[in-house]
Structure formats: C-alpha cells, structure tokens
C-alpha cells in the first residue's frame, strides 16, 4: 500500500470508521459542538459569568411565586377535634397557624401589661406611708383604685384623679378637683 497517495489510503478504511472506533468519540464531540459559545478554547480569558448565588437567586424569583401558589392549594387530610377527617389547603393551616401565633404574642403581651400593673399595686401598697403622708389618703386611694380598674374583668377606663400630682402612678396626668382643669383620662371637667 502507497501511504503517500491520499486516494488509496481512503480505499482501504471503512466508510463507517469515525463511528466504530473508541477514540473518534471525541472528534465526533468537537465537531458536533464547534459553533457552542459554552466551549472555550480559552477559557481563563473569557469574561466572569454570573456567581452561583445570582443564578440561584434568579431561580428563585421565577419560580418562587409559583411553587407558593402551588404549595398553599396543595390538599392534606387534617383530624378534627371530634375525630372527624377533613381535607383542607395547605394555606389555611399555614394560616391558622399564623393567626394562633400572634393571639400567643398578644396573650403574652397583655399578661406583661397584668404583672406590671400588679407591680405597680404592691409597691404603692409596700410605701402606703408615704404616698399617704405626702399626698392623703384619699389620692393614695384613687390611685389604687385607678390601677385596678386597669385590670381585666374591672370596671376600666382609668380611676378619679383626686391629689395634687400633675401624674398618677399610671403615667397619666391628674389635676386637683380644684384646679377646674379637664381630667384627661376621664374627660370630665371638674367643675
């Protein structure tokens, strides 16, 4: 065989060559992806792409709105307090869920308002002297009566305001029944 003409050689291999031999699968490969703008022969000197968290992000964006609605139609079977099974959307526990958190905060936030209340009773009760030798027993007692009336399941809304401090001990301001002044908690005039 003449190896030095092409015409020959061409002769002698199989038509079906490039597709039987194991080292033409990357030639196949190469030609198959020659115009990729994802291969690089270069690639150190190609501009940087995205970073994986902004890829993510766009990700999330795109779809995050969708699997939401998705999620919160989704269908669970839920027990009642009967023993009862019923089907509900995954958006109304999710709901529930949420409304059952904020009544626990606000639970919490008016026990706090409670304890200080009771706070402020027994540390008036603790200097009853003084508040009584300064200001009388009658405002000591108004005062008193004021922050209980502040308590759940009492009368409400804030006791008279007798004495002569320009603040009661709940932080509001008193006049003296003297003065002719509105009383700003009661919004009587003591005229």
């Known amino acids: 065989m003449n190896y030095e003409d092409p015409i ?19 030639i196949l490969s190469v030609l198959v992806h020659k115009n990729n703008k994802d291969i690089a022969t270069r690639p150190a000197q190609l501009p940087p792409g995205p970073t994986r968290n902004t890829v993510r992000e766009k990700t999330r964006s795109l779809i995050g709105s969708d699997r939401a609605t998705a999620k919160g139609n989704r269908r669970i079977e839920v027990v009642d307090e009967d023993g ?28 706090n308002k409670i304890d200080s209340i009771e706070r402020k009773i027994s540390i008036m009760q603790k200097l009853e002297e003084l508040y009584v030798g300064r200001h009388g027993r009658e405002w000591y007692e108004s005062q008193l009566l004021h922050l209980v009336n502040q308590l759940p399941g009492m009368l409400g809304g804030g006791g008279v305001d007798i004495g002569r401090g320009d603040r ?4 509001e301001a008193t006049t003296t029944p003297q003065s002719g002044v509105t009383n700003p908690a009661s919004g009587d005039s003591s005229e």
């Open 8 to 26: 020959a050689v061409s002769h002698m291999i199989p038509a079906t060559w490039w597709l039987e031999h194991k080292s033409c699968k990357y």
């Open 84 to 111: 009862a099974t019923r089907t509900v959307r995954v958006g109304e526990v999710e709901a529930d869920a949420k409304r059952a958190q904020v009544d626990g905060m606000r639970s919490v936030i008016e026990k």
């Open 168 to 171: 009661n001990i709940g932080g």
